[in-house]
């Protein structure tokens, strides 16, 4: 029965990321005059009724285009690691970077990410017994050392390189990290 | 024995989809690395975990010891497979992985930094009883040595970089005047691709073939060999198509061949699988090229004739089990051609990454393809131009080569250039089907 | 280097398509002032319903595009006909029906089309010396036997089944014809 | 010899995919003939050339023998091969194939149409040599012949009809007294399946094997046998999975099922590929069913142990060509099975036809697949649910097991359901696993 698992976060992805656009696009003309939201719930209704992936509409007072991300590349590509993520080792490291590598835009929008430039263990605090690093709401300078990443026996100290507010921690202590991976949000 | 759960594959492409396959059927757990680019590549995908070890470029990720070493160490494997290529024939990473308490897959490290060094492997090759071409057991020092030896070999000679391979610092030699010119541009091609300028000189044949071994060798000095592979078709010392048996070797010759090979192996106390290369004079005769160290790309021809699982066998091996069957066992049954469609111009050989639109696999009888593309997959200009390996079996070479155009027919692969239709016409090709044929192949077939 | 070949057909086919398209549908709307959700309602149904993947709309006071995503099923399917189809018998019935057996629809919209009910070959004439049953300009009436196609040394006589004019025959006297194939244009 | 340098291939799907790819390897020109639901079908597409022969039911086209004769003669072909289901059992189409110079790729009609007839069958089966359930040599007319036979063979008894197949017009009697009234459901099924009410009764195995010989028999009395299939597991009669060699067969059986296979294809003049379907009781005696004088959905299992290409085969007997190998070049090396993909509910078996959103096919070593469905083929409601067969071929029966379910794993269709999970289920299953089973695997599976 895995093939129908396995389809089912790609059937989950259109509609969701539809109705983000949706709502991005009824912040954006609310206010205007000729077309009101209810008709362009029902406008953005009727289009995606039809399995339309595109829409505009424009007139000297009003444009508006309404389109939906066709990703045929992905629903041909074949996915079996859905089948396997579920079974396989709880402390993989690969589920949560599937998770938090691209945090949801919405929450993380203009945060500035520190991302881990090795692959190795993530923690917070210079040894065991001491105080974190940085902790939410800590300041940080570009010098600031905000944890360790150890890769091979080595403690490797990971620098800010910005400045601003630690607004969000996307790892737990002791946790692996892959290359590239989230590790705090900074304002 | 070892206890082997978990294996780290520190590759990419078709070659780690392989070895994640046959972990699967031996019930072994897998973890992928990669690069940023590789983030959909279907290695990941099939793995049971990935981790990201780097940028694109193969130095930040795929060539990263640290990084595929903490990866092995975050994800708690057992073992690692090295693949062909990137890190698989570095004495480095095998000795690092040995401190870390980490099966490297392959033989020990100091075989791999003997047979890494052509002078050196040449040497023990010797000594243990393998015919070598005549020429320097030394790396060459002064055009006058050079010239002593060259006469007393006989020209043609050819001149080779010690550290090297795929055809850099490598020089042939018809008369001696030519001679010193060629030795200093051999030694400086060297130093620039091999940080190491020692060459080393031997008589040069004209129209070899390229014959190979396929050896097994567990811990406990059990060594077979799995018969011969036919490597002659060649651009710029890179594969195009092998085949298993060779045309050229009878059952005579394979098993002289493989008596050399399997008695190199238990002089050196090699372990794992390994192959033997081979120049074969037209008088068959035949002279010790290299050892590679490691699974080759074209392994499959020979699990289709022999019907072993070659890394299986790695595995096993690596996990201290004896070899599980014996010379005896080994039949060479019908014949098997692979093609490697790299995604290239099929004239002008000039890489064609991008998107692959579509893409199908031919199946039916006696038809196998190692590949790690799929429609819509990009094709990424950082690494390898391979993206497939089509192999075929039937019982006699020549319906193998019907077979292969029939396979070559269905494979569709758009959006890209590859080498397909360079296949098609190699494998119409009245001196390629006649089986008779040297290195010289493509050269002659370019013109 | 048949790869290539075999992706042109492929490649051409989207844009002109779009453009026959595009064409007919202004000329369909473009004395509307215009559209309210009634209107785009109805518009949009009935883009849908006639198959197109695009519209687009535009005037002095009002622009409108509607477009849906085109099969990527077509893109991945293998498609190595069209490398075979040129070495193939030039005698192939496939190639003449593949090319007749949908006749374009800017040419042919609102003939009533004879098709073979059978296959056979295709005979305009009773016998080698005599008259064709019926030629362009021929006026026929449902009874009127148009042709034959023999098969299995069978002469099966077409009727017309309809009446009209007879304005354009698809295929020439001797050829091979498949089951659907058009013969005859009737208007 | 006839010269056959075309063929028309009477059929659609799978099968009529692999005898286009055996005909590309031949050099043979081929003429796919399709539905109007068929027209974008892989078979059109790979064919040299098609021609829409009816509407979307099978009596309209596939069944339909004056559109295909048409077809074949406004093409010019040579011979027809009709795969297997639709015409390929068809004594008429083969008369008319032969009254209308057209070489049907089989045996000779009248071999059909006795073989299709049960009673005829057995009774010539009989006189052959070949070991019949008892029972009753003619149809049965009345209950009291019915009651007179069972009392002499022994309950458990089964009534089956004559023409029959599938499952329809069968019934097992297990005392006297339901005698009558299974005879006479027995025989109205019967006449509404096949027009025909004839049955007749025989012994009932109660855990028999569904073990068929594959024959190979050219026109000149050359007969050999490629070994055993075990198709056991089946559901309804419908085979699901297919093996060879069975794991209940050892090399004493094997040669005496295909001395005796044959014996009786040189009794009857049997020309062109064939399989004998044997019931195996427990204790090792074998029983005919019936023979296919066709080719079989579950050829592949056979061709990946023994190397031998069955189509081809079946296309150079067709020929007038004699056999080119004989019982001694026959060796089984290695195990090889099959799984039937369906698309099918995989737990109620309802039919689950649609387009084809995401179709990726397993590769690497020892797995071959079968299929005429790609990325965005729409499965038609008209015809047999089967979209493909995966074949895997190893070293030993457990190693094959691990490689099918590695395949299974690979293996991704999504828009449909397809029977993949239930594969995977039965993989599994410790049973199966063991090699202890009958035809009545499947009855206990789903309890």
New interface residues.
Partial sequence: ????T??APAAEEGPKNEGNRRRKHQRRHSHEASLNMD?LR??AE??NE???????????NI?VRLS?A?T??????????A??AAP??P?????P?AETATPAASEDEGLHIITSP????FYRAPGPDKDPYVSEGSKVSPETVVCIVE??KLMNEIQAETSGEVVKIFVENGQ??????PLFGIK | MRDIRKILIANRGEIACRIIWTCKEMGIKTVAVHSEADREALHVKFADEAVCVGGNPSAESYLNIPAIISAAEITNVDAIHPGYGFLAESATFATICEDCNIKFIGPRADVIAMMGDKVEARRTMQAAGVPILPGSPDPIESTEEAAQLAREIGFPVIIKAAAGGGGRGMRIVRQESELHGSLETAQSEALAAFKNGAVYIERYLERPRHIEIQVLADEYENVIHLGERECSIQRRHQKLIEEAPSPAIDAETRRRMGEVAVKACKEIGYSSAGTFEFLLDEDGSFYFMEMNTRIQVEHPVTEMVTLADIVRNQIRIAAGEELYYSQDDVQIVGHSIECRINAEDPVKFTPSPGKITAFNIPGGPGVRVDTAAYPGYTVPPYYDSMIAKLIVHARTRELAIARMQRALDMMVVEGIKTTIPLHRKIMADERFRSGNFSTKFMEEFDA
Same sequence: chains 1, 3.
Avoid: C
């Fill in positions: 029965m895995s093939e129908q396995a389809s008709e029902e406008l009727l289009v039809h399995g339309f992936t595109d829409f505009e509409f424009e007139n000297k444009r939906k066709t045929p590349a992905y629903v041909a590509a074949p996915q079996p690691m089948v396997q396989a080792a402390a993989a490291p690969a589920a970077s090795i692959v190795g263990t890769a091979m692996p990290v892959e290359y590239g991976q």
